[in-house]
């Protein structure tokens, strides 16, 4: 086996000094790195893993893996309206692999490269294939979104098309491996909305991504604000090729309870929709009004998930 020291240090290191002002005192190397952040913002901070089998399927190109691993938690920084700038990443192998190890490299710096995101720190351990990534991103002072925020009267709208993640692993699991599969893609390389997360913070009242399907965000806002929804199902807007594939009923499902989208739910005032919609459309991105926020409790407007529909889009492995 490649010894620890040598994985990091060739595939994981960043692959060229950056020049730029990263706030990188002191990156991958010593027994931790050192971060100067920017004077007056706070810091963002999450992480996510994703575990082979359960989060992505064990057969899958190892730089979507790594593409992923770093999208899921990106998404996260997206949800708060935060500038993504450091990461930290520690990767589970069972195997030493140094192919499959350089092509996760691959994806994840590409990504990293994308988002200007910078890696300043990785370990590599014996175990079930698992990646784990902590995102740090900054935002302006009472600027971050938080699920709370939402008032009664808010719009609520989506980036994007839904449906895409679940719609995606169905795909794949009759057998379509192709990254470029619109579907598959989705699925697979989800791109975090980091871009209209910006602009949103100084727009929407707030912002969770869909990570767990529309419904189950919604909710986790909806307990937030203490507020209920009035959803409008036709208007969602379905991922291309998911009524194809599903049919127009699985499609819906996909769109309302199958997760894994990574695009952003939001809330916002009336009048703020349409300078929010041409923000985001100058860089090519959607956002689509598909109700709004109400007094008192719970979700209007939609059948909601047959017990099957549920099983079918969330219980199954990969
Ligand atoms: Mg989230």
Redesign the pocket.
């Known amino acids: 086996m490649h010894g620890e020291f040598e994985l990091i240090n060739r595939w994981l290191a960043p692959a060229h000094a950056s020049t730029m002002d990263t706030g990188v005192v002191l990156g991958v190397g010593d027994d931790a790195c050192l971060l100067s952040p920017t004077a007056g913002q706070q810091l963002v901070v999450s992480v996510d893993t994703s575990v082979e089998g359960h989060h992505f399927p064990a057969k899958a190109p190892a730089s979507a893996v790594g593409h992923r691993a770093l999208a899921v938690s990106l998404?996260?920084l997206a949800?708060m309206g935060a500038r993504p700038r450091w990461c930290l990443m520690s990767l589970a192998l069972p195997v030493s692999d140094a192919a499959w190890v350089a092509e996760f490299a691959k994806g994840f710096h590409a990504l990293c490269d994308a988002a200007k995101v910078n890696l300043v720190g990785g370990d590599v351990t014996a175990g079930e294939c698992a990646v784990s990534v902590t995102v740090m991103g900054e935002v302006e002072p009472a600027r971050a979104l938080r699920r709370s925020g939402a008032r009664a009267g808010d719009i609520l709208a989506v980036t994007g098309a839904l449906g895409g993640g679940a719609g995606g692993l169905a795909a794949w699991q009759a057998g379509e491996h192709d990254l470029q599969h619109p579907l598959v893609s989705r699925y697979l390389l989800p791109q975090p909305r980091l871009e209209a997360g910006r602009v949103l913070a100084e727009l929407a009242s707030s912002a969770?991504?869909i990570?767990d399907g529309l419904l189950a965000d919604l909710g986790h806002v909806l307990e937030a604000s203490k507020l209920g929804a009035k959803l409008d199902a036709q208007a969602i807007p379905l991922a291309e090729g998911l009524v194809d594939l599903l049919g127009e009923e699985g499609a819906m499902q996909a769109a309302l309870s199958g997760g894994d989208d990574y695009e952003l739910l939001v809330t916002l005032a009336p009048e703020r929709l349409a300078a929010a919609q041409a923000e985001l459309a100058s860089f090519g991105l959607a956002l689509t009004e598909i109700g709004r926020l109400v007094e008192g409790s719970g979700i209007d407007g939609v059948k909601m998930p047959t017990k099957a529909g549920w099983q079918h889009f969330s219980g199954g492995e990969p």
């Open positions: 998404s996260d949800a969770i991504d990570s």
